[in-house]
């Protein structure tokens, strides 16, 4: 069950990296998604990571700005993001499923395992 942590609020054009720590499971055989949910919006897919090829994707409102890397060491994902706006603000979940199934678009139905969620919050 992932679990995800470090979100906040933060001033615009300023960064946070958030963690989803995926226990229990070896992480290299599983492809990990971060989702947004922005309030009254649809969940979407804004960076995914297959472990298995090492294949990255992104949506093209967070390309440049965010960055998706995982430590093996640590079971964990990191979502790096830089360059805040306010459109960001929203629920963030960290999401698995098992590599052959990957895709990263959309809210997700097909991933499997799903943390919390952690709130960032983008204002001045």
């Known amino acids: 069950q992932p679990v995800e942590s470090g979100g906040g609020l933060v001033q615009p054009g300023g960064s946070l990296r958030l963690s989803c720590e995926v226990s229990?499971?070896?992480?290299?055989?599983?492809?990990i998604a971060w989702f947004h949910e922005a309030p009254g919006k649809e969940r979407e897919a804004v960076a995914c990571?297959?472990?298995?090829?090492?294949?990255?994707d992104y949506l093209d409102s967070v390309k440049g700005r965010f960055t998706i890397a995982r430590d093996d060491s640590k079971n964990t994902v990191y979502l790096q993001m830089t360059s805040l706006k306010a459109d960001d603000t929203g629920t963030y979940y960290c999401?698995?499923?098992?590599?052959?199934?990957?895709?990263?678009?959309?809210?997700?139905?097909?991933?499997?395992?799903w943390g919390q969620g952690t709130q960032v919050t983008v204002a001045s």
């Open positions: 990571m297959n472990n298995w090829d090492g294949r990255i």
């Open positions: 999401a698995a499923v098992i590599a052959r199934y990957y895709y990263c678009a959309g809210p997700g139905h097909g991933y499997d395992y």
């Open positions: 229990g499971v070896t992480l290299k055989n599983f492809a």
